[in-house]
Each structure stands twice: as C-alpha cells, then as structure tokens.
C-alpha cells in the first residue's frame, strides 16, 4: 500500500483531517523527476499553528521560484494522528507530494520558540531520522537544519542539529542549497559539504566548536576546528525594499490561528527595550516602501481569496511614511471589502482625514503593552510609555464608545520591588476611575472592564538583560499573591502565565550545549508541545534536568558575569555585547536611552553593516 | 441579476474539507475569481452563497449544489463556470451553472453510492440482502433531544446491491432536503449491529440530487 493510501485509511478518525493530507490552494506540486535537492519546511508545532508563520510562507515561496528545487511543508501532527502513524508505521511525510521526509535533502526547522525544542526531537523520529546528528549518515542528505530567532542562542540544540542559519533567510537558503547542489552532483560526503557550508556567512556547523567549561560550570573557552570561523555573523537582506516577498500563500481549508494576508512593513526596531529579544537580534531598521506594501498587499489578496490583512512588523506606528502608506491600504482595503487589521498605533501625529478613515476600519479592542507598573520600572527596561499616554488614549477610546482595555505587564523584571508591583494595580484602578469620571461614558451594560496580563519576564541573550536571573518561583508566587491582594476593584481581571512556562523558557534560552542530553531524556520521558497548557509537564522536565546531572537555577535564577563567556558569544548578531553591557548599566541606573530615530546609541550594528540605519530617513529626526 | 446554481464535484483529496470550512473555502474561491458576486445589504454586507446540502466528511460528490447571484445581467454561464475552475481547490470542479429552476424545498431525496471491501464479500453480501428483506432496519439517530429509534426501512431505496468478489457495492436513495436528511452511515451502523462480518466502506459518493418524483433537481 503507497503512504497516500495508508494515511487515507485512518484519516476519518482524526480531528481536522485536512491538516494531513495537502492539496490547498497555492501549495507547489512539482515533477520529482526534475528535482535536484527537496527540502522539508518543518514547523515543530501543529499545522494549526505552523500555517500561520510569515517566514515559512516566504522562504517556501523563494526555494520553489527556482525550478529545481522543490520545499514542501512538515508539522508536527497532533496526539492522535502521531498515535495512528507510530501504530501503522506512517513515518513523517511532507503535505506536498507526501514522500517521508526522511528522503529529502533538507529537513528544516524554524525556531519560533524554546517550548517547542521537544517537538523537534520528535519530529526526527517520527520521520525515522536519526535524533543526534552524530549518529546520520555519512553521505550527502538528510541535512538537518534550523533558522529562526531562537538560533541566536542554538547550543541546546547543537546535538541534534547539522548546521544553523543565522540571520534572514532569503539570501543565504539558497546559498546553502546551491552549493549543496554542487557537492551532491561531486559525491561529496555529508562532512565535506558541512565543512564548505560554514565558510558561508550566516552558517553555523556546532559539531565545529567545542566547548571547555570552568571548575564553577562556565564556559573557560571554545576550540574551533581548523578552517573554520571562529566567530558567525547573521545575515541581513541590505536593500530590504527590493527583497523577495510571496505572490501567493497556501490558503489552508481549515482554520488557522493566523488565517489572512499578511505582509511585512519594515524589519527591526527602533525602540530598543531592554527585555525584548526581537528589538535587537533583529536590527537594522528597515523599511519597506508605502508602494511596495500596498503592491504586495493587492497582489496577495488578489491570488489567495483572502478577505483580511494584516501588517506584519515589531512596531507598525515607527514607519516613517506610514500616514500615505494607510491612507493608501485603507482605500484599496474598503473599496474591495478587505477587512485591514490594525495593530496598536500611536495616533499624535496622524492627520485628521486619516484619523476619520482608521476610525472606520478599526474595531479591535484596545491594547497597551506597558510591561512595567511604575514609571521607574519603565525607565529600567527602557519602555517609553508614560502613564500620561495611557490614560489620553484611554480616554479618547472611552469617548468614542469603547469600555475595555487590556494591559499587558511583566513580573520578575530587574530591579522590581513590591511597589511596583502594586503599581500594576493602581494604574489599572486609574483607568476604572477615569472611565468613571467621563460624564458621557456609555450607560449600562457593566461599565468598564480592564484585563491586566502578567507574564513572567524571561531575559534573552541578545539583550541588555541577558545578563539577568530570572526571578525564583517563590519570588514570582509571592509578586502574584501581592497583585491580586492590591487589586480592588471587580472591574479589573488579572491572569498571569505559569512560573514553570517561563523557568523552562529561560533554561532552554540561555543554556548551553550540556542541555541536549537533558532535552533528549525530557523527550524520552514524553515531553512534548510544552507551549500547550494541557501538554506542559514541568516536573518531567525537572527529572530530566536532575538525570543529567544539570542544575536548573545554573540558568535560570544566576547572574550571568559582564565578562563571562556566554554559550552565544561566537554568534554574531551586529549588535556589540560591550553596549548590551553599557545599556544594562543604564538599566540599573533607571535611566532610559532614546530610540534610533532620534539619536543613534552606538549598538554597533551601523559599522558592521557599513551605512548608517537612518541615513536617507534624516529628515524624520 | 443572475440566480445561479452551480453543480461541482467534491473529489479526491477535497472530500476532506470539512462543510464549515467550505464555505470558507468558497468565499475566497469567489474573491480569486473576481466575479461580480452580489453582496448581501446592510450594516455587515457579505457575499450571499449557499449550498443546497451539507456533505459529510469524507464522502465525495458528482453532484452538490451552490446557489449564488451574479449582479451582470450578461455574464453567460460559460464565464462564470470558467472562472470559477480557474481558481478551485484541486479535487473541486463546476460541472454545470446555470439558472435556478427549482426551490431549493423541492429537494427529496439524494443519490448514494459506496462500497463495503471485505475478506468474504460472498458472505457480507448475503447479510446485507438479509438486513434490506426485514420489515425494518432500525438505528438510534442521535437528535437534539438525545439518542431516538428511528426506522430507516420505509426511507431506504435500495437501487442496486451486488458482490464484486472485493467489496458488497450498493446504490441507495436516501431522504434529503430541508425536511429529512439520512446519510448511508445510518445504513452501515444498522448493518456492523447486524453482521460480525468485518468491513470497511470505501467511496462513499453523492452522486445525484433529486426531487421527489426522481428527476434530478435543477
């Protein structure tokens, strides 16, 4: 029986069958007898999920342009489909031709995120793919691969993984996949191609670099093998405005979390908070023109049916022609019946006649993320939000009909104290009281609600924070058990995320390659979609940990040295650690630094680049 | 403007679209396909679309319905069929548009057809043809109200029923419109509750939609 027929036979007694069988509008069918090199686009989390990520959708597009090449999507299947395929030996297939992946050239996965490193490992072996790297084959295939934000710091990966890609993927994919080509026409070995991939900027081959940890558990120093780079820069597309951009996305038949058109205004950001990985592993600012994105919007909407939009970026409002550039999407988006979601924009600056026309498509509710309870928290992380702000657009928003607002906060950050805390209560008490003291506020109907969202910070490499412990969990219970005491208003709804979610995160986000085994034996002991509340198994992953013979808090509750050799310090991601040690002193002196725009702090990515970020936007200053 | 009705095939892989995330599907076939699709009026206008019946998951069809208006008066029915398989989803196809004849009420009954493979065939056969010759054939339908007994004998037209040596193949009528609606798995829960004999059906199709006096609805 062919694999088709097989995944057939049991594909009614799963939830959303369509997730596992492909055939979407937009997904590329190819000749496989024309192919050269196949790649897997694996997402370590469902399809659900996975579907909606904007970097697959670009670079499934960008390999499929080249017509011998040919890059299929891969998730990871839910609970009971993966118990149908371990039962009937379906191993992992991809949803374009639906050949096992085990088969393909490339098997690539995008790191979105930390909790979903355990998926990873089972992928591989569902596809029946050696789980360490050391134990594949010695010919040329089965190249497992990884790119996305969280390669920034790979070592508790580096195991499982051939190579990394650092970086933006639209240049340096290809790069790899040519040269691979050309090796694989050669009979290069697996060894030969990975030694001549890493002299590809952007690449990183772990099994290169070796690690020698100090008596106290520190990195001493990195041997790395001949030949090879001592240290890796990630890639940046220079001339954004002209970078690849899909003409179409693979329209899904079933509901996704992300299901509309969604297209990238700019890259990077200016604003620099302190806590906020994305802010820095992604700099340079870049911006796409307002004509690029208005063309790319029609172009998508047009080829795929969708009936939404979203602009895609860390911060839509710092585009700095973004007043020609709205007034543009929103007249082609009313005139077509496209509905244009918003994201939280800072309106000051916006003409009235484009005020009048967001006000027509804008029906969303009302977000600030201001992530610190007090002004000196604020300060601290570098969130330049004033309360002054808030409660002007709260108002505004409360006159104009609106009676919810939802602030989103985090606890544990450095240099918290109780007062801060508290300082979440009373600001979300200031907004029940200014709803209260508008003299035509809408009658009825519950008066207001203010949802107040706790996470627990988790600090990053990449950031000034980096360096930070994360609070204990005793620490964060006791912040929580204060919150909900401070709070005395009904109108006000507080959640806070799982200390447990966060502990994990940080462990897997700044640990080092002694991690993997402890990862393996969390996967063995059934770990898996620990982003998934009814999934996450914290004290499985504690047994792991303690079977390897890894102390938790090492990682996560530790004060990582301004001088220590940290596990991603051979990764180069533009932005010099001497200013992500000046901007944590900064931090600790609660003194704010201003956002690129307005004066260039010397991260250090300008000279690597070679141009300056804002030199042809001057006039925005 | 144009009262269209659309006959397509829901085929191959497309039998896995669910009936809600059909209609999803055919409003953004519909935007693709840039036809002046008539929108409904008033504070949230939306493209106006139905389908004459729902499908079960997994089933395949020759022959479900799609009603729809088209606001030019001269679009021909030829654009309009062409248009639309230009941007279907692969196992989905317009094989006929044209006028609304019919009230959407004069739906009957539905065509089916399916096949049952089992190891004795020979054997399976023979317990279908017992279960049709009973004066009933009884299953519990799951309602609103909870599980209910419900005879689907005197609403089963047995069309054909023969033994391929691989499978038992049976066409059947079953009532289907706004009133009644019985789906061939009715028919093939009461037979597992009669046979030990194992099977597992195959290809179960729609393959006509009909009127009471067994014309096709149009």
Redesign the interface.
């Known amino acids: 029986m062919d694999l088709k027929a097989k995944i057939e ?1 049991h ?2 007694d799963v939830q ?3 997730r596992y ?5 937009g997904s590329v069918i190819k000749d496989k007898s024309k192919i050269d090199v196949r790649f897997a686009f694996c997402f370590p989390d469902t399809y659900d999920i996975g579907m909606s990520h904007l970097g697959m959708k670009i670079l499934y597009s960008l390999t499929n342009k080249r017509e011998n090449y040919w890059c299929e999507r891969c998730f990871a299947p839910s609970e009971d489909f993966e118990a149908i395929m371990r039962e009937n030996h379906i191993p992992l297939y991809a949803l374009e031709s639906l050949d096992p992946i085990r088969d393909f050239d490339f098997i690539g996965f995008t790191l979105q995120y930390e909790l979903s490193y355990a998926n990873i490992l089972n992928m591989l072996d569902l596809a029946g793919i050696p789980v360490f790297a050391k134990d594949r084959t010695q010919e040329l295939g089965q190249i497992v691969i990884a790119g996305g934000p969280c390669v920034c710091n790979p070592e508790p990966l580096a195991d499982f993984f051939d190579m990394f890609v650092l970086g933006e993927g639209e240049e340096v994919n290809l790069e790899i996949i040519d040269l691979y080509h050309e090796m694989k026409k050669k009979g290069a070995t697996r060894l030969e191609f990975l030694r001549a991939a890493a002299q590809i900027e952007g690449v990183y081959v772990p099994q290169f670099y070796h690690f020698s940890y100090k008596d106290d558990g520190t990195i001493d120093h990195v041997d790395v093998d001949e030949g090879i780079p001592a240290t890796v820069r990630k890639r940046i597309i220079r001339d954004y405005d002209k970078v690849y951009y899909p003409e179409n996305f693979v ?1 899904p ?3 996704i979390v992300h299901d509309r058109v969604s297209v990238e205004v700019l890259r990077g950001c200016i604003r620099g908070c302190r806590f906020c990985q994305a802010g820095f592993i992604y700099r340079p600012f870049r911006e796409k023109s307002a004509d690029a994105i208005f063309a790319q919007t029609k172009r998508l ?7 939404e939009v979203s602009l895609a970026s860390l911060s839509t409002s710092d585009h700095s022609d973004i007043d020609n550039m709205l007034s543009k999407l929103i007249d082609y988006t009313a005139g077509e ?1 496209i509905n244009l979601s918003l994201p939280s924009l800072r309106v000051d600056n916006f003409s009235e006649s484009l005020l009048n026309k967001i006000k027509k498509v804008r029906k969303s509710g009302l977000t600030f993320a201001a992530e610190g309870g007090t002004q000196r928290l604020r300060d601290v992380i570098n969130k330049n939000v004033s309360e002054d702000e808030i409660m002007n657009t709260c108002r505004i928003a409360f006159e104009g009909g609106y009676s919810s607002v939802k602030l989103y906060f985090m606890m544990g950050l450095p240099t918290e104290t109780d007062e801060d805390i508290v300082g979440i209560a009373e600001l979300a008490q200031r907004i029940v009281d200014l709803f209260y003291s508008i003299e035509d506020r809408p009658r009825g109907k519950g008066g207001v609600q203010v949802s107040v969202s706790c996470a627990t910070f988790v600090p990053k490499p990449f950031t000034p924070f980096e360096f930070e412990p994360q609070d204990t969990r005793e620490m964060i219970e006791h912040k929580q058990k204060l919150l909900l005491g401070s709070t005395k208003s009904k109108k006000i709804k507080i959640s806070y995320h799982d200390a447990n979610v966060s502990m994990l995160e940080v462990i897997l986000a700044k640990g080092d390659r002694r991690l993997c085994p402890a990862i393996y034996a969390a996967w063995k002991k059934g770990c898996k979609f620990d982003s998934w509340e009814e999934y996450f198994n914290f004290e499985r992953w504690l047994e792991a940990f303690a079977d390897c013979g890894i102390d938790p808090a090492f990682y996560a509750n530790r004060r990582f040295d301004y001088d220590e050799i940290l596990p991603w310090d051979h990764l180069d991601y533009l932005v010099d650690k001497s200013f992500l040690v000046r901007e944590n002193k900064t931090a600790h002196e609660a003194v704010t630094t201003p956002n690129c725009r307005q004066r260039c702090s010397g991260c250090g990515v300008n000279k690597k680049v070679g141009r300056e970020c804002f030199a042809s936007s001057k006039s925005n200053v | 403007m144009l009262r269209v009705r659309a006959t397509f095939e829901k085929k191959g892989r497309a039998k896995y679209i669910s009936h809600l995330d059909l209609n999803r599907c055919m409003l953004r076939t519909f935007r693709r396909s840039r036809l002046p699709i008539w929108y409904t009026e008033g504070f949230n206008p939306h493209p106006y679309y139905s389908f004459a019946l729902a499908l079960s998951l997994g089933f395949e069809s020759d022959c479900e319905i799609l009603d729809f208006n088209i606001t030019d008066d001269q679009m021909s029915m030829e654009t309009i069929r062409d248009a639309l398989n230009a941007v279907m989803p692969e196992g989905m196809r317009i094989v006929k548009v044209a006028e609304q004849k019919q009230k959407i009420t004069a739906i009957a009954k539905a065509e089916y057809a399916f096949s049952l493979v089992s190891e004795d065939s020979s054997a399976l056969y023979d317990a279908v043809q017992k279960m049709i010759s009973e004066p009933e054939i009884l299953i519990e339908k799951k309602t609103k109200k909870g599980i209910k007994t419900v005879d689907i004998k005197p609403e089963t037209e047995i069309l054909s029923c023969t033994d391929s040596g691989r499978s038992v193949d049976i066409t059947m009528y079953l009532p289907a419109g706004t009133q009644t609606n019985f789906n061939p798995t009715l028919f093939i829960e009461a037979l597992r509750r009669t046979t030990d004999i194992c099977f597992d059906p195959e290809n179960i199709r729609r393959t006509a939609i009909l009127c009471a006096d067994n014309t096709i609805f149009e």
């Open positions: 036979k594909l009614l959303k069958p369509s069988i492909g055939g979407e509008v329209v038949f079933t509901e909407c047009e080829n795929t049916g969708y009936d019946r």
